[in-house]
C-alpha cells in the first residue's frame, strides 16, 4: 500500500514553528519517525542543511541528511530505510538528474510503496508528479516535463507568491502543453494517500490549494491546521 505525499507549495518552512512540518511527521503515524533530508535541488546548500538540523531538531524524530554532491556514501541504500523523505526548494530538472544517476528515484518508490511519507516545498513538491512548472532552465517559466510521476497531471507550486505562475501555469495547460493538474500557494500543502487526493491544507488562513484544468481554476477546500 503506497504511503503519503505531501506536496508543499513553499512559504514559511525549514521552521519549529512549521505546521506543514509538523504534518509531515504526523503522516509517517510512527512515534520517532526517521527522516532524511534531500538538499540536493539547492546543491546540498549548507545553510538549508543547517536549518533543517536546527527545526527538526526540536521536533521527536531522527534526522539524517542525504547528500549527493561530492563522494556520496550509499546514499539509495540510506534514503530506502527513511520513515520521511523531505526535499526542500531550488532546481527540480538538476535534482532528478542526480538522483536518477545514484538512483534515488527508486529508493524513493520503495520508501513510498512501503507506506512512508514524502514531501517537500517548490522542487519538492514538483518533482513527485508527471509534469510541472520550472525555472529549472531559465528565469522564464517552462514545462518540466519528466517528473518522478508518482502522482498524475502537473504541479504548480508558490501560486499566490510569484506573480508569473499563475498566468503561466493557466496558459500551458489552456495551450495543452501541460497536463491539467493542481497548484498550492505559499503555506498550503496538498496531501496525497497513494495516489488520491485527500485534502488540501494550510498554516495561513486564506492560504489555499486549487485544481487547474482547460476549464481554469478551482479553489479546493483547504484545511488550516
Known amino acids: 500500500m503506497a504511503g503519503h505525499i505531501l506536496a508543499m507549495g513553499g512559504g514559511d518552512v525549514l521552521s519549529a514553528a512549521s505546521k ?7 503522516l509517517s503515524g510512527k512515534k520517532r519517525p526517521r527522516v532524511a533530508f534531500l538538499p540536493t535541488a539547492a546543491a546540498d546548500s549548507g545553510e538549508r542543511i543547517a536549518l533543517f538540523l536546527d527545526s527538526f531538531g526540536t521536533r521527536t524524530c531522527e534526522r539524517e541528511v542525504v547528500t549527493l554532491f561530492g563522494m556520496p556514501e550509499r546514499p539509495a541504500e540510506r534514503v530506502a530505510a527513511a520513515d520521511v523523505v523531505y526535499v526542500n526548494g531550488g532546481n527540480t530538472a538538476n535534482a532528478l538528474a542526480i538522483w536518477r544517476v545514484h538512483r534515488i528515484d527508486e529508493a524513493l518508490r520503495e520508501v513510498w510503496r512501503k507506506g512512508g511519507v514524502l514531501g517537500g516545498w517548490s522542487a519538492g513538491g514538483i518533482c513527485w508528479f508527471a509534469d510541472g512548472l520550472t525555472d529549472s532552465f531559465g528565469p522564464q517559466l517552462r514545462q518540466l516535463s519528466d517528473g518522478l510521476g508518482f502522482l498524475d497531471g502537473s504541479f504548480c507550486p508558490h501560486f499566490d507568491a510569484e506573480p508569473q505562475r499563475r498566468p503561466q501555469f493557466l496558459s500551458l495547460i489552456l495551450g495543452g502543453t501541460l497536463p491539467p493538474g493542481l497548484a498550492a500557494d505559499d503555506n498550503a500543502a496538498l496531501v496525497f494517500e497513494g495516489r ?9 488562513p486564506g492560504a489555499l490549494g486549487y485544481r487547474v484544468s482547460e476549464a481554469g481554476e478551482e479553489p479546493l477546500e483547504t484545511r488550516l491546521l
Open 20 to 26: 506543514l512540518e509538523d504534518l509531515l511527521l504526523e
Open 196 to 204: 488520491e487526493l485527500r485534502e488540501a491544507v494550510a498554516q495561513r
